[in-house]
């Protein structure tokens, strides 16, 4: 029979991973004699909601197999019990397991997931009705992520990552990895994988922080291309295991929902299309806010200080601008009025920013005065005249395209620049091909 697994929540902040153990639960599978019908696929979910540790990700395993569902979730159920962390506050681990097809209800979920708040009931009454079978420690917020995952089938565009763990006597150590190894693949692997490196920083991006037992995760386009791109790095510590996922990593898969300005919901990943109404500004701490509006209202929008660079495109913006804005809605508080927290910003037309001068002096070329309110401009000198003051139009320096942070201040879901060419790239192949051939 053919089986999906949803494992969520495994995470916590002292160390613990979901994809660890999906990892070990892998390897039991593969043991036990399971065939895979797909790469594990590790999905980010709603990367806004607020009580999240970390990523918001969630793993499936799809499988066929003779082993009946409620021995499967038993066996995933120990190595969470073997490996996480329940007592941490934030640590709800939830599995599900789900027999057949994935029912139509179960990808709207889904979709839900990633970009709006659901509950932990929502999923719970789902679960009933489509008879999964499912268990969810503490608070049951990961049975969430984990039917989610079942119903992301990764089926429009989707990309890999293959993770490597550290082995247990080196996690909280630094990780032992030549960075010009790293440097040397992200230039080589350039076409095939992507933030390996932030570009503005010199920042290696492929290593996590702290004590998680993640030695380092490349991402790019292909099983093969993550494969070859991760034997070319010198690694000088032992490796307890390696793992290729089919995910949602670099594809915007969260940005899809346009809103209307008082449609507007918290934590919910959104698009809003309108018009710059304020000059952006700088506030404390170098966050650069404007005011978006449309028909129905308007929001401040932000680009935080970690967004380096994109600062400063979203400083040129001028009222009247017409763009588009990508990101997460932070609620009301604190004094501060809800934002929309930008990840990405489109600009799709300029306004024609025009400034005016005096006019200069046919003779010799001093800028005239005005005679006056409402009269000529004079040159005292020359004698000559001119009726009115000179206006012209300022080059723009912000291009009407999509802006975008540094990768160092990507979410997980965020398609970078480079995955923009590809895809372009692909759709230039037909037509290149039938103008070559002969
Ligand atoms: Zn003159």
């Avoid at 909601?49 to 970390?54: E, F, I």
């Avoid at 200069?360 to 005065?369: I, N, Q």
């Avoid at 020359?382 to 999509?402: A, G, M, N």
């Amino acid at each position: 029979m053919r089986l999906h697994i949803g494992i969520d929540d495994t995470d916590s902040l002292s160390g613990g991973c979901t994809t660890k153990i999906a990892a070990d639960v892998v390897l039991t599978l593969a043991r036990k004699g399971v065939t895979f019908l797909d790469y594990p696929n590790l999905i980010r979910l709603n990367p806004n909601v607020p009580w999240k540790t970390r990523g918001n990700g969630a793993v499936c395993l799809r499988i066929e197999s003779d082993i009946p569902p409620e021995t499967v979730l038993e066996l995933v159920m120990e190595e969470i019990e073997r490996s996480s962390r329940l007592s941490d506050p934030g640590t709800d681990p939830g599995v599900v397991v789900l027999e057949g097809t994935v029912p139509s209800e179960v990808v709207e979920f889904g979709e839900e997931a990633l970009t709006r708040i659901v509950t932990p009931a929502d999923a719970i009454s789902l679960i009933k009705k489509v008879n999964a079978q499912a268990i969810g420690y503490c608070s049951g917020q990961g049975i969430i992520g984990a039917l989610a995952a079942i119903g992301t089938m990764l089926d429009r565009d989707c990309t890999f990552e293959l993770i490597s763990y550290r082995s247990r006597a080196f996690i909280g150590k630094p990780r032992l990895i030549d960075e010009e190894s790293i440097f040397q693949m992200s230039k080589e692997m350039k076409e095939v994988t992507f933030n390996n490196v932030d570009p503005e920083t010199g920042r290696i991006l492929i290593t996590p922080r702290g004590p998680d037992p993640i030695l380092c995760g490349v991402r790019g386009e292909s099983a093969e291309a993550v494969r070859k791109a991760f034997q070319m790095l010198r690694i000088r510590e032992p490796i307890d295991a390696w793992i290729i996922f089919r995910t949602n990593h670099g594809t915007d898969a969260h940005l899809v929902r346009n809103v209307a300005v008082s449609e507007l919901e918290d934590n919910c990943a959104v698009i809003v299309e309108g018009t710059v109404k304020e000059k952006p500004h700088t506030i404390r701490g170098g966050h650069v806010i404007f005011l978006l509006g449309d028909q129905t209202g308007s929001v401040h929008c932000a680009a935080y200080e970690p967004t380096g660079r994109f600062r400063e495109v979203v400083k040129r913006l001028e009222p009247g601008d017409t763009v588009r804005g990508f990101g997460g809605v932070r609620p009301p508080g604190g004094g501060i009025p809800r934002t929309l927290n930008l990840e990405k910003l489109e600009v799709l037309k300029l306004v024609a920013s025009v400034t005016s001068q005096n006019p200069v002096c046919p003779k010799c070329g001093k800028r005239m005065k005005s005679a006056g309110k409402g009269q000529s401009f004079r040159c005292k000198r020359c004698q000559t005249q001119e009726p009115s003051k000179i206006h012209s139009e300022v080059w723009r320096d912000l291009q009407e395209t999509v802006h975008l942070p540094p990768p160092r201040a990507h979410r997980h879901l965020t398609k970078p620049y480079v995955r923009y060419q590809r895809q372009r790239r692909k759709s230039d192949l037909l037509p290149t091909s039938i103008w070559h051939s002969p």
